[in-house]
């Protein structure tokens, strides 16, 4: 393990945080705010940062699970220091619910303990909803865009941030990429604020919004969230955007090169746009009665579904009064998540679409024993590693949840409540249902449940294996055989 290289990364990335939270502070300092707790937290994380960034390093070569180790350190440090600005502004005053308020933001889950954002100053605000913008596409791909890793096995560091069964490359050099992946995240960013403002939301508003919606976080600075604003437009926009942000940004990349037909064709997108149209559909006749027109019942129901199968979490209806059957149906999407590649959570549309077609696979061979049948994406078949991985990885999803919801179950909140918080916050959707409906929070929970809860959001976010691999011995282990 080359630990020097581990932690002098690690530096690297603090210090990134450190110029990140210059713009909050800015932002603090024309609003007349307090800018003191950013700045007590940018000359700590220089300090640390900058120690670590000293350290002397004789190998530059570095392998899966130094990849691995920069991973998961950089994500639990990143939200440690990003929880002081909360901590010394007393916004937050608890650390634990400081940190829950953090690591939701950076894995761009959404959940709050917050009962009133509105109080909350705009530096403060601004900070909260950046943490959704910096996760979403990954800091450590930002910093790579910035700082190239010494060889190709920065691939190692990608392939443990970057959501998904697969990461693929745009260009040769993963740096290039980064720089491609963060154009076109800037890009539609930038469209969406414009497209915002021209809908009458204020320029603040729109720029918080839009990183919630880019990260698809979903932390609005509205109590009521994007129902405060009373909009059609505003609503419709940010329901695109929404599906927009959760699909696979090689789409992007291909529509930029002007290979339509491929990025049309592709099959998770296909797939990922079914799920969308038909649950909008189902949700929307199931809650026609409730609403005065069909145009609000889809509206509600498009905008709805939009949030939670793309992980954002805004919201516009209080979806806890509707009837079980559109409750279940977002349950469901809640699992599915967005396209691989994308900003978005949960198990990822790719993942469904193997595990479905290994099931029928299976089926046709209990039928017809002697038959042959391949399991495909993209018109690629898929080896068994790859489909037994897909599979393994949905158990382990699970196993997950099980262990946290006996764990959160300890708080004694109705099952309703207790399994959606688990699954809300692995899957990094952020409201579930009754006590942590859109209209609800996290602060009722115990400080053990906010940790535990804050691990799940970290177990979504960076596909599982890198926090388990973390405190598994075979990444310390002096041995070649897990170096690839």
């Not at 939200?79 to 002081?84: C, N, P």
């Not at 303990?113 to 909350?120: F, Q």
């Not at 505003?234 to 491929?262: A, D, T, W």
Request: hydrophobic share 50%; net charge positive; proline share 3%.
């Amino acid at each position: 393990m080359n630990y020097k290289f581990v932690f002098k990364r690690l530096g690297y990335v603090l210090l990134t945080e450190a110029f990140l939270l210059i713009f909050p502070t800015l932002i603090a300092l024309y609003k007349n705010e307090n800018i003191l707790p950013f700045i007590y937290t940018i000359l700590l994380i220089i300090v640390f940062g900058g120690l670590l960034s000293l350290i002397k390093v004789k190998k530059d070569s570095f392998y899966a699970k130094e990849g691995i180790l920069i991973t998961t350190l950089s994500w639990i440090a990143l939200s440690i220091f990003g929880a002081l600005p909360f901590v010394f502004d007393g916004a937050i005053p608890s650390f634990v619910d400081a940190f829950f308020e953090t690591v939701s933001g950076f894995t761009t889950t959404g959940s709050t303990i917050i009962s009133n954002v509105e109080v909350l100053p705009k530096g403060i605000l601004f900070w909260r909803s950046f943490t959704h913008w910096i996760g979403g596409m990954g800091i450590l791909v930002f910093v790579i865009a910035l700082l190239p890793m010494s060889n190709d096995n920065s691939m190692h560091v990608a392939k443990a941030e970057m959501p998904g069964p697969f990461v693929s490359k745009l260009s040769p050099k993963l740096s290039v990429t980064a720089k491609w992946l963060y154009g076109i995240y800037l890009s539609l960013t930038v469209l969406e604020i414009i497209l915002l403002m021209i809908g009458g939301m204020p320029l603040f508003d729109s720029v918080v919004h839009a990183f919630a919606t880019a990260g698809t976080g979903g932390f609005s600075i509205k109590n009521s969230s994007i129902a405060f604003y009373n909009s059609k437009y505003i609503e419709y926009i940010i329901s695109i955007f929404m599906i927009l942000f959760g699909i696979n940004f090689n789409v992007f990349f291909l529509i930029l090169m002007r290979k339509f037909k491929q990025a049309i064709t592709n099959e998770e997108l296909r797939t990922y746009f079914i799920i969308i149209i038909v649950s909008v559909i189902l949700i929307m006749i199931n809650i026609s009665s409730l609403y005065s027109n069909i145009e609000e019942a889809f509206r509600l129901s498009f905008f709805q579904v939009s949030s939670i199968i793309t992980t954002t979490g805004f919201s516009t209806a209080d979806f806890n009064l509707w009837p079980m059957f559109s409750k279940i149906i977002l349950f469901v999407l809640m699992f599915f998540g967005a396209c691989g590649g994308s900003t978005g959570g949960g198990l990822k549309i790719s993942r469904v679409i193997i595990m479905f077609k290994k099931l029928m696979k299976d089926l046709i061979l209990t039928v017809h024993p002697k038959s042959i049948k391949k399991v495909k994406l993209e018109n690629k078949t898929l080896d068994d590693d790859t489909i037994s991985g897909v599979g393994f990885y949905f158990v382990l999803y699970c196993f997950i949840i099980v262990v946290a919801c006996l764990i959160v179950s300890l708080d004694n909140f109705d099952f309703e409540t207790t399994i959606t918080s688990v699954v809300t916050c692995i899957s990094n959707v952020g409201p579930g249902f009754s006590v942590i409906g859109p209209m609800g929070n996290f602060a009722a929970f115990s400080d053990l449940s906010k940790i535990v809860l804050s691990l799940a959001m970290l177990f979504g976010r960076l596909e599982l294996y890198p926090i388990l691999l973390l405190f598994s011995p075979m990444v310390y282990l002096k041995n070649r055989r897990f170096r690839n």
